[in-house]
């Protein structure tokens, strides 16, 4: 599968914005898909996951209650509704694919196929 993310931009603290990330040349539903940040001088970090089927998600603590996965197999689409946005979460977020675990990994490892990033920037 080849993954395209969109949905970036410059936002103001407290504001929201929704990630897309739609698959092509496979179906979205044979993957645990995930989302990945990394911010300038850090490195990448886990955001949250979703299982093939959408029934089972995990979150890194810090944006639970802010962020929200979620897919659309019939689209071939998976997305992250952000919320409640800080400066603290600029970053290049990235979608992931793992076509082969049983369930969701926050283990960048596990995810063999990237999309190529959307740049987010909360500022004021």
């Known amino acids: 599968v080849q993954l395209q993310a969109s949905g970036g931009g410059l936002v103001q603290p407290g504001g929201s914005l929704r990630l897309s990330c739609v698959g092509s040349?496979?179906?979205?539903?044979?993957?645990?898909m995930g989302w990945f940040r990394q911010a300038p001088g850090k490195e990448r970090e886990f955001i949250a996951t979703?299982?093939?089927?959408?029934?089972?998600?995990n979150y890194v603590d810090f944006v639970k209650g802010r962020f929200v996965i979620s897919r659309d197999n019939a689209k071939n689409t998976v997305f992250l509704q952000m919320n409640t946005l800080e400066p603290e979460d600029t970053a290049v977020y990235s979608c992931?694919?793992?076509?082969?675990?049983?369930?969701?990994?926050?283990?960048?490892?596990?995810?063999?196929?990237w999309g190529q990033g959307t740049q987010v920037t909360v500022s004021s």
């Open positions: 992931a694919a793992d076509r082969f675990s049983r369930t969701g990994s926050n283990s960048q490892s596990d995810y063999r196929t």
């Open positions: 040349g496979d179906a979205m539903r044979n993957y645990i």
């Open positions: 979703i299982s093939r089927g959408g029934g089972s998600t």
